[in-house]
């Protein structure tokens, strides 16, 4: 079945550090792709998404570049913030009508002044 | 953009007693809803999903009898925790996909959780 495999985490890093979590994914057909994080206690809220190969997503310094070819969509920032401190989640979405998202099991980022 | 409304936020209980949780979505109809299972530091499990006027579909080792959930109307579906053990303590999440064409948001939007404790 459709699945989702993240790096493990956690990721410490300094203000500033550049910042790659990669996330490769299975799927059968064209999914669609998200990145979503969560702050300590909430939800998720959704951080960017591409809809098809070659798309790249990008929301708030973060961008992602769905790559068919590697099956990856690997989150990239060029310079974190402590608030950028949250887990991050990779998930796809079958093309079927009405299924469910897929997440990774998330990546911890912890980012220090 | 899309909003779903998770009540409530936190809730302590005893076991042996039911806890219901809403989830709503307050600016676009919702045919269909997921439910979400997520413990300290994993990921999500979807639990069930769930379509507007029919019975939900559950996962695989999910009980059916335990989460109950009702999908009712468009805009409402409620997971209701029955006679509730420490072991169902957990944080959960609903998650509504919009109908194609509304133009609100991505198809999926999150509500904000809910904090189960059993006691």
């Known amino acids: 079945g459709d699945s989702v495999t993240q790096m493990e985490g956690p990721v410490t890093l300094s203000e500033e550090a550049f910042l790659t979590i990669n996330c490769t994914y299975t799927a059968t057909g064209y999914p669609s792709l998200f990145w979503y994080v969560q702050y300590p206690g909430e939800g998720l809220q959704l951080l960017l998404k591409?809809?098809?190969?070659?798309d790249k997503g990008s929301n708030k310094g973060f961008e992602a570049t769905y790559r068919k070819e590697t099956t990856s969509f690997h989150l990239e920032k060029g310079s974190v913030q402590v608030s950028d401190s949250a887990v991050y989640f990779c998930?796809?979405?079958?093309?079927?009508?009405?299924?469910?998202?897929?997440f990774g099991k998330g990546t911890t980022l912890s980012v220090s002044s | 953009g899309a909003v779903v409304s998770q009540h409530p936020s936190w809730v302590i209980c005893k076991s042996g007693t039911s806890v219901k949780i809403e989830c709503r979505s307050l600016?676009?109809?919702?045919?269909?809803m997921f439910w979400y299972r997520q413990f300290p530091k994993q990921s999500l499990m979807l639990m069930a999903t769930s379509n507007e006027g029919s019975k939900a579909t559950y996962e695989q080792g999910v009980e059916k009898d335990k989460f109950l959930i009702n999908h009712a109307s468009l805009t409402l579906s409620t997971l209701t925790v029955t006679s509730a053990h420490p072991e169902d303590s957990s944080f959960y999440i609903c998650?509504?996909?919009?109908?194609?064409?509304?133009?609100?948001?991505?198809?999926?939007?999150f509500g904000s959780g809910t904090r189960l404790t059993v006691v």
């Open positions: 998930a796809l979405s079958a093309m079927q009508a009405g299924t469910a998202l897929i």
């Open positions: 591409a809809t098809k190969a070659d």
């Open positions: 600016d676009f109809q919702a045919t269909t």
């Open positions: 998650s509504a996909r919009d109908n194609p064409g509304q133009g609100k948001g991505h198809g999926y939007t």
